[in-house]
């Protein structure tokens, strides 16, 4: 007998047995006393017999609907329940004792892709992803045969074989004798919160090392121009068929890789002076498409297609030139055996579903520039480390690790972003996002290459504060003919200029020195003599006022460390540019 039975019979039997047994016996018992007389008692037995029969019906059509409107209201209850988890977000599951599934709401099969059908009778280990070891799963089991309530989180695979991640409640279901006969399990879906969470500690590690990495930079920087300065000074001085020539070269090409690595750093660490101009990305990719061939085996397809149509972006050309750069050689050399390498151009609009999917990322218009190879491809945990500094799969000596944080930190520190899609065997498809602009492109600057350094016979005010830089760089600029002062730091170089008779032609100082900076020393030269021209210096680049304040004012700016020769172009530059 079940339960629906037992308490009918408690709700409508039991209490209409009490009753007609207690009108029988009182009515029989009243109608002897009151009526004694055989033929009256009679008559009103029969009155009272049809008073039971309305009396009892009527109680058993209250007790009837009684038990109607509990059942209903029980129903209802139990329908509002349904429906409720039947539009829950968050998936559920019900198995028995045994784990096997007896049902699963529509979110689980929007969420995981398994029909109810297919999911009914099965072992949930069938959304196993093999992300979390047997441990975990053998520490959960356990803590549900104990009876408790189990939370954790559960890295699951879809059916079309992409993952997902949730977070997990399970609860057992006990029946009226203490048993356990059922676990629910209820999900929540947090795979983007995950993302997001990943992103932002991704974002953090890359911030700290940044910082170091910025802040090493400026050092090494003044480091870099003594040594490529003397060893310059030193090569020129010595003849072709020196003995000594070849160590000095090679010092001096030893100081242009600990440029190059430096470059490097400050890409990684976005702190790099950038000097953006409004181009055709599609100009770009044409004009390095030959030396990319070059780059590349004779066994590798390079295609190219651009949209005609493509807008315009403001950017670095050199940088973005390293970004494609860095990414065809990592292309190339995931390809050993060949196969084909694919660059792209195209318009896009990202709505605000699309931003959603990655981290400090704004709905607008962009130019999407895409690399994609048909290389090895790479598994999911050596994606989650790509951009990371110093992280390399290459053999030891062939990659320094920094070549893909080069392009993440050039990508963001220009605005846009970049994402990767990889799947081993199969290939990599890197995008990169940059915003467009309305904007016409600039004419490119054609440079040429002249042997000489130009001269000048002006007087130059020499301010830094480092000695081996300060006395390099005096003796590059009297080589080409200029009259130089001296001086270490600000208050020196205003003592000195009001103590010159000659006219100071140029102002050449460092901008982060101590008592005075370069960018407080200027104004006060300029009060004295307006006609002053100004070209700042400096291998520090995470100053704001060197990152915002200088390169949007058009001030003129020498990144340290810098060859004899840009320095000599770079002065010759700022004096024979019109006064502003």
Known sequence: MNKQMMRTICRVVLPYILFAGLWILLSDWLLTILIPEPTAHMQWSIYKGWAFVIVTALLLTAL????????????????RLAAAVDQSTET??????????????????????????????QNPRFLRSGKQ?????????????????????FNNKRKDGSFYEEESTISPVRDSAGR???????????????????QLRQAQKMEIVGRLAGGVAHDFNNLLVA???????ALKSLAGDDPVRK??????????????????????????ILLPKVMDLNDLVANISKMLRRLISEDILLITTCDPALGRVKVDPGQIEQVITNLVVNARDAMPGGGTLAIQTANVELNEANAAEHEDVTPGRYVLLTLSDTGTGMTNEVKGHLFEPFFTTK????????????????????????????EVGKGTVFRIYLPRVDEASETPIQTGTPVDLPHGTETILLVEDEEQVRNLTRM????????????CNGPDAIKLARQNDKRIKLLLTDIIMPEMSGRSLAPQLLAMDPGIKVLYMSGYTDSEIIQKELMTTGTSFLQKPFSHEFLARKVREVLDAPAA
Request: charged content about 25%; glycine content about 8%; hydrophobic content about 40%.
């Open 133 to 153: 070891d047997s441990e975990f799963y053998h520490k959960m089991r356990e803590a549900l045969a104990a009876g408790q309530v189990w939370k954790g989180h």
């Open 64 to 79: 009837l609907r009684v038990e109607m409107w509990a059942r209903e209201r029980t129903e209802a209850s139990l329908l």
């Open 180 to 198: 356990i006969v059922n676990y629910v399990a209820v999900n929540r879906d947090i795979t983007r919160e995950a993302q997001l969470e990943n």
């Open 476 to 487: 590059v600029l009297e080589k080409c003919g200029y009259t130089v002062l001296v001086a």
């Open 227 to 233: 040594i490529i300065g003397y060893s310059e000074i």
């Open 247 to 272: 160590d000095i070269q090679e010092v001096f090409n030893a100081g242009e890789r600990a440029v190059a690595l430096t470059r490097q750093l400050l890409a990684f660490s976005r702190k790099q």
């Open 395 to 422: 053999e030891q000596g062939k990659g320094t690790g920094l070549g893909l944080p080069t392009v993440y930190g050039i990508v963001k520190q220009s605005g846009g972003h970049i994402t990767v899609n990889s």
């Open 92 to 121: 559920i599951i019900i198995t028995d004792s045994n784990s096997t599934i007896l049902y699963v709401n529509p979110a689980f099969e929007k969420r995981s892709g398994y029909s109810r059908n297919e999911a009914v009778g």
